[in-house]
């Protein structure tokens, strides 16, 4: 073949073509790449080449659709582009009659058939069936990542992630479901949620047969017949796994602090995607989640799942020390700083701490006064979103609560828990003086009470029978309650030295003598008042 400055002499080679121009596409493969981009240093054959290459940089794109106004870098990326309006796809799989638009696609595609990856890593011999393919693996070896967003200086292997990227700033979500007008960021997306209408799983495992809806969930099940690793992908700093790479890439952001996903309202920053989806919603009030028993929306799908527990009465969250069950996660997490005594939510301003955050959170409105949860129909406000919830149902008359032995519905949660125990028997309440247990805790304060009125008597009753005055039974009413409330208040943050001493805690208000047992102490006053 006949050389000149540009071209390179072409090896003696058996491939065909159907088309010449697809000879000539393929010639130039072998042509020096001369035309360099000085931004990134990528070369090419052709200056035009070049040229297209650079608006990846600059975000210029030139060519317009005329049926949707989507813009393209390049006159041939518009040109695929168009044939998903007219619908074009004249290159047919005759193995399963699947159609495509471009032939090099179903030249692809044939190789999902054959088993066919002529492209091979030479450094870990992994085989590919596109060069494509094995352009980006080889970035995975060395690290290169030239796309990068100009808006927080991120770096991406291809240009595809970093167009999806984009998406995160800006917030676009152009592909949008025909069937119920929700939209995504991504084509892939889109597939996937399609299939939840129509059911399909296109994706089968040939060893059981068992079908798939995404691609990513066949490569994972497939490692439960190959004997891989269930969770290949590891975490480099904290040893964890996982099963896809993608939720690793997420995990990394809990060690790096990133948050790329920024709210264009309040521009708040998110960790992941679907955390940032859920706050647009608190934007929206959307509460696409609805129970199919009563009629309740939810924001969160997961909100969805734990409302349902109201119904069902599930607890699958035990306690493992004192067999506790309860509906949430969070619940079971709280219950156990109860055995643990642990409270790790400290306040700044007075030292006092607490077992939950949201404890704190509406502690320190006891500081600042602060009481955002408003009701809009009284305009009555509150400290903690609960109280609001509770009385807002005071204007709605709604009784979501509902016993399941006998029917009764409840405003309140407690008042259904409190309903449940008096059918039960059960008694959670018990009094330290005299073990005698209560359905209740304000049964239980009452009881109480009692015990503060015998001992006053007791005392009263005392001071009558021995003393010598009205003038000493009212220096000791005036005296006594006061200091025996003193020492109480005291006790509770005393050090445990000072706790032992003050296990006498009957003191005579007179001569200041203390006492371990309430008998002595009452002979003492006896002694007193004879002499």
């Known amino acids: 073949m006949r050389k000149d400055r540009n071209t390179m002499q072409v090896p003696d080679i058996s491939k065909h073509f159907a088309q010449s121009s697809h000879l000539k596409e393929h010639l130039i493969t072998y042509r020096e790449k001369s035309y360099k981009c000085q931004l990134c240093l990528k070369s090419f054959a052709q200056s035009g080449n070049l040229k297209v290459h650079i608006r990846t940089h600059t975000g210029e794109k030139p060519y317009k659709c005329q049926s949707c106004q989507k813009s393209f870098s390049s006159s041939n990326h518009l040109n695929i582009h168009m044939t998903t309006h007219n619908g074009d796809k004249p290159y047919k799989c005759q193995l399963c009659q699947k159609s495509y638009a471009r032939d090099h696609i179903l030249k692809a595609h044939m190789r999902s058939h054959t088993e066919d990856t002529p492209y091979k890593c030479l450094l870990c011999l992994k085989s590919f069936a596109r060069g494509y393919h094995l352009n980006m693996h080889m970035r995975t070896h060395t690290g290169d990542k030239p796309h990068k967003c100009l808006l927080c200086l991120k770096s991406f292997a291809r240009h595809g992630d970093l167009k999806r990227h984009m998406r995160s700033h800006t917030g676009e979500r152009p592909y949008k479901c025909q069937l119920c007008e929700k939209s995504f960021a991504q084509g892939g997306d889109l597939s996937a949620h399609i299939r939840t209408h129509t059911g399909e799983k296109p994706y089968k495992c040939l060893l059981c047969l068992k079908s798939f809806a995404k691609g990513g969930k066949l490569n994972s099940h497939m490692r439960t017949h190959t004997g891989e690793k269930q969770k290949p992908y590891k975490c480099l700093l904290c ?58 929306s939810f924001a969160q799908r997961w909100d969805l799942s734990a409302h349902m527990r109201t119904h069902t009465g599930e607890k699958p969250y035990k306690c493992l020390l004192c067999l506790k069950s309860f509906a949430h996660g969070s619940g079971l997490k709280a219950h156990t700083r109860t055995h643990t005594g642990e409270r790790p939510y400290k306040c700044q301003l007075c030292q006092k701490a607490f077992a939950q955050r949201g404890d704190l959170s509406a502690h320190i409105r006891t500081h600042t006064g602060d009481k955002p949860y408003k009701c809009l129909l009284c305009h009555k406000s509150f400290v903690k979103g609960s109280k609001l919830n509770s009385h807002m149902r005071t204007h709605t008359g709604e009784k979501s609560y509902k016993c399941l032995l006998c029917q009764k519905s409840f405003a309140q949660c407690g008042d259904l828990s409190t309903h449940v125990r008096t059918l039960s028997g059960e008694k959670s309440y018990i009094c330290e003086i005299c073990n005698k247990a209560f359905t209740q ?59 032992l001493t003050l296990e006498k805690s009957f003191g005579c208000g007179l001569c200041g003598g203390m006492f371990e047992i309430e008998q002595e102490f009452l002979i003492h006053c006896s002694d007193i008042f004879v002499n």
Request: charged share 30%.
């Open 239 to 296: 040893q964890k796994s996982f099963a896809q790479r993608c939720d690793l890439s997420a995990h990394m952001r809990t060690h790096t602090g990133e948050k790329p996903y920024k709210c264009r309202l309040c521009q708040k920053s998110f960790a992941h995607g679907c955390g940032l989806k859920a706050h647009t919603r608190t934007h929206t009030g959307e509460r696409p989640y609805e129970c199919q028993l009563c009629q309740k």
């Open 441 to 499: 805790i304000g049964n239980l304060d009452l009881h109480r009470d009692t015990h503060e009125t015998e001992k006053q008597h007791t005392y009263n009753k005392l001071y009558i029978k021995h003393s010598s005055s009205a003038k000493d039974l009212e220096l000791h009413s005036r005296i006594q309650p006061q200091d025996m409330k003193m020492e109480s208040e005291s006790s509770a943050n005393m050090s445990q030295d000072a706790k």
